[in-house]
Structures are given as structure tokens and as C-alpha cells.
């Protein structure tokens, strides 16, 4: 069990250069942000263009109910890390795969106007997704801080069990 965390960090060392080198532009965010759970995963839901207000709902609602872009926001912005969420976005950019250790396909989901996460879903525990620009997804992952405005990774079962699972949702078909 060591070898995961020292992996996770090793992956988001290796994101960072990444986005250094591809040039994706920082997000930035000047909503006023709702309340958002801290401390312990949590399970929330954001949705694209969606309101910001808390509860609030619509129509690209996910496997758990209501849509709160509030909460993302706030995760952003207090530097939250190890958040849960599903959240509804448009697809943005299509970056190469991540080949070091684990495969990764990547690509950058814009989930409001003016705010855009890195989506990594691992390749070797579940299958690609087939996107394109401007493709609707639904994703559910673990949300991590960065200054570009997050990622999202473990968009997949976990085989041991101990992780909360998570999927990319896709023109119909559930990919996990």
C-alpha cells in the first residue's frame, strides 16, 4: 500500500510539467462560491453553466441528484483537495495520453463559463473514452487543487476496493 500515494504523487509531479510544456491556460474564478464540505471526502455535484447557488438542480443532474457548481468553486478556491464530485462539462481539448507508469487519457472540461478542470482517467483499469472537442461528458472522480483550476482522476472502479469509484459518462455508455 505505500507504493500508491508515492504513485498519485509521482503522477501529479508529472502532470504539472505536462501542463508547463502544453501551455493549458490557468481558470480563472470570480463566483461567489456556496458551501462546500472540507476535511473528508465528500460526494457533490456540479453541472456546466449550471447556477451557483447550493441544491439548486438541472436537467444534466448526475447519479447523485442535485447539481452544485457552488461546491467546486469553493474547492477551488479555499485550495480543497480529496473531494468527491459528479460534474457535467464540456470538453474543451483532447491532451495526449500520459504514458509514464500508469496510461492516462487526458483532456480539459470546461464545467462553467468560466472555469476549466483536467479530467485523468486511467486506461489501464478502464477503457478510453472516445471525445472529441466540444463533447457533453459527466464525470464523477476525486477533485484535486492546483492553481489551473484542479483535476479530476479515479474516474474508475478501484480493483482493491478501497477507493470510492468512480466513471465518465459518454454519449450514453458508462465507461469505469
Known amino acids: 500500500m505505500p507504493r500508491t500515494p508515492l504513485r498519485i504523487v509521482l503522477l501529479l509531479m508529472a502532470l504539472v510539467v505536462v501542463w508547463a510544456l502544453d501551455g493549458w491556460p490557468p481558470a480563472a474564478f470570480d463566483t461567489a462560491p456556496g458551501a462546500a464540505p472540507v476535511g473528508s471526502p465528500t460526494e457533490v455535484s456540479t453541472s456546466e453553466g449550471g447556477s451557483t447557488g447550493a441544491g439548486s438542480t438541472a436537467s444534466g443532474s448526475t447519479a447523485s441528484g442535485s447539481t452544485d457548481s457552488a461546491a467546486l468553486a469553493e474547492a477551488f478556491r479555499d485550495r480543497v483537495s480529496g473531494l468527491m464530485l459528479d460534474t457535467v462539462g464540456r470538453v474543451v481539448k483532447v491532451l495526449p495520453d500520459d ?24 486506461i489501464d483499469l478502464a477503457p478510453r473514452v472516445p471525445l472529441s472537442e466540444g463533447d457533453v461528458v459527466d464525470v464523477r472522480g476525486q477533485y484535486e487543487w492546483n492553481a489551473k483550476g484542479g483535476l479530476i482522476h479515479w474516474t474508475h472502479h478501484d480493483p482493491a476496493g478501497r477507493h470510492a469509484e468512480g466513471f465518465i459518462r459518454h454519449a450514453g455508455r458508462t465507461y469505469r
Open 99 to 122: 504514458r509514464e507508469g500508469s496510461r492516462h487519457q487526458r483532456f480539459i472540461l470546461r464545467v462553467t463559463d468560466d472555469h476549466t478542470v483536467l479530467v485523468v482517467h486511467n
